[in-house]
């Protein structure tokens, strides 16, 4: 690495993480969700994850899930995504579950093909899934006679549930889409992700739960509606019959990314000087500043100027426009060249700031930062 800025992953604690998920949550298939270069984490973590109790992981598209194959070549990995048939091949030498996502796309199967399937449901979301019954049973029966293994089915759950009655709906939809075939009959069933899981009792007829953001170290807690607020909760519980959900969790998650750099130069600007781009910021005094070169090519967001990042422990002030390579920091004269600098730790707090959830900023990190990855106090660099 020649410019000092890169994001640090603390493996060993996905791996707490992982190990305190399943002593709450009691699955046989604990799917990891590693889609997005792993929420922003990285392929290289996947085998970190094996290690914390992932028995099985699942990616958007099929590049997706042939870097990951690169990490691990035993895992089987789910294709969330429709897979285009001409890549069927691929999917057989590498191991690559494909999910069945709707009619067209099962009469487009060379049912002579050794892979696994999933079937999706579409139980209200209106994405990816079937809607139909019959057309349900009509794959079971014909993945019977076939060389594809029907190995999972699957939904995907449009709201958390907590404010609405989708998620119960939901489950009943599933139900009833499913309601021809023998569910016991299939070995992976999975309809959660990492909300309706730690905010709902276990759907019983679940065998497996695809874990997210919780994974990463978003425990999801919440505050207890109060007052008017939880008054207005229980009427409209008890309206739509809603099933119970809980605020809060026993999951003691810590996140595991955090993002730095290295002071480049610093200097001196004269009070009525600006400094960068459309002069935003016109100093109103004698100031020092440290230029750090990281910028929204980075994937640091044009709105974190006045945000603070850390030097030697103390908060300092991003100052003017966010450039693509650079930002500027209001600093004090303890600050030198080279110190080192925590753009951000606390990726929770960070997002809050920003008003953006947790998704947005982990996997708006770009390529361009590479990634230096901690495990047992050794530490290892990959540049994607
Ligand atoms: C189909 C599917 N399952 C599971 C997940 C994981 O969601 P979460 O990070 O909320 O657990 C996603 C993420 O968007 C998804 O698209």
Not at 222 to 231: A, C, H, Q, S, V
Not at 346 to 364: H, I, P, Q
Request: with cysteine; net charge positive.
């Amino acid at each position: 690495m020649y410019r000092k800025t890169y994001a640090l992953i603390d493996c060993d604690i996905l791996k707490e993480n992982i190990k305190n998920i399943k002593d709450n949550y009691k699955y046989k298939y604990y799917i990891g969700v590693v889609k997005a270069n792993a929420y922003g984490h990285g392929d290289y973590i996947v085998n970190s994850l094996i290690e914390g109790g992932i028995n099985y992981l699942a990616a958007s598209s099929l590049e997706e899930c042939l870097n990951i194959r690169k990490r691990n070549k035993e895992i089987p990995i789910l294709c969330l995504e429709k897979i285009d048939s001409d890549y069927l091949d691929i999917c057989e030498k590498e191991n690559i579950t494909i999910t069945i996502t709707d009619m067209k796309c099962f009469k487009e199967l060379d049912l002579n093909k050794n892979i696994k399937a999933h079937i999706k449901i579409d139980s209200g979301m209106n994405r990816l899934g079937f809607k139909d019954k019959n057309e349900v049973k009509e794959v079971y029966d014909n993945l019977k006679n076939s060389n594809i293994k029907l190995e999972g089915i699957y939904t995907h759950f449009g709201t958390s549930g907590m404010w609405d009655k989708h998620y119960d709906e939901a489950i009943e939809k599933f139900k009833e889409i499913t309601s021809l075939i023998d569910l016991n009959t299939i070995p992976i069933v999975h309809l959660s992700r990492s909300l309706t899981l730690v905010t709902h009792p276990k759907i019983d007829f679940a065998t497996g739960v695809r874990l997210g953001i919780v994974m990463y170290g978003f425990d999801q807690n919440m505050k207890e509606p109060e007052g008017l607020r939880l008054i207005k909760r229980n009427r409209y519980l008890k309206k739509y019959n809603i099933s119970p959900i809980s605020y809060t969790n026993n999951l003691k998650l810590k996140t595991a990314f955090s993002i730095h750099s290295t002071i480049m130069c610093t200097k001196y600007v004269k009070k009525g000087e600006y400094v960068g781009y459309g002069a935003k910021y016109t100093a109103k005094e004698d100031i020092k500043i440290a230029i750090i070169p990281i910028g929204f090519a980075d994937g640091i967001n044009k709105n974190s100027s006045n945000l603070t990042v850390k030097i030697n422990n103390k908060e300092y002030p991003i100052i003017g426009e966010i450039g693509m390579d650079m930002i500027t920091v209001k600093i004090d004269e303890s600050i030198k060249t080279k110190d080192k600098v925590i753009i951000f730790d606390d990726v929770k707090k960070r997002a809050k700031e920003l008003n953006l959830s947790a998704y947005c900023l982990l996997t708006s990190i770009t390529n361009r930062v590479p990634r230096v990855y901690k495990e047992k106090e050794k530490y290892t660099e990959i540049k994607y």
